[in-house]
């Protein structure tokens, strides 16, 4: 059995920055590549970054790209999403998610087979 726990979401100014963690146990965690997902009220679930398992190569949504960091701790079996700059369409409910032998491409929630329970961002403007 899988377990991934997110945590760090909250409410933020537009400009501001959160850091999300994704605590997993349960499996070899370096045997997963890692992804996090976001969903907005009324939306689809959206592909936001990904990285592999060794934590050499990361895959980024272009709305995205420049402002988010991912990043994994494999040695404290942790996923971190950094998040600067943030704007109000940001707002959702950020959810990580492991794939196994997966690699960084993937950006389709059906590659992924475990997920956490999500943690709400809320970006003021």
């Known amino acids: 059995q899988v377990q991934l726990v997110e945590s760090g979401g909250g409410l933020v100014q537009a400009g501001g920055s959160l850091r999300l963690s994704c605590a997993v146990s349960?499996?070899?965690?370096?045997?997963?590549?890692m992804g996090w997902f976001r969903q907005a009220p009324g939306r689809e679930r959206q592909f936001v970054a990904a990285?592999?398992?060794?934590?050499?190569?990361?895959n980024y949504a272009d709305s995205v790209k420049g402002r988010f960091t991912i990043s994994r701790d494999n040695a404290k079996k942790a996923l971190y999403l950094q998040m600067n700059t943030l704007k109000p369409e940001d707002t959702a409910v950020y959810y990580c998610?492991?794939?196994?032998?997966?690699?960084?491409?993937?950006?389709?929630?059906?590659?992924?087979?475990?997920w956490g329970q999500g943690t709400q961002v809320t970006v003021s403007s």
């Open positions: 990285i592999s398992w060794s934590g050499r190569s990361t």
């Open positions: 349960g499996r070899t965690f370096s045997s997963l590549s």
């Open positions: 998610a492991g794939n196994p032998w997966g690699t960084a491409q993937a950006m389709r929630g059906v590659e992924y087979d475990y």
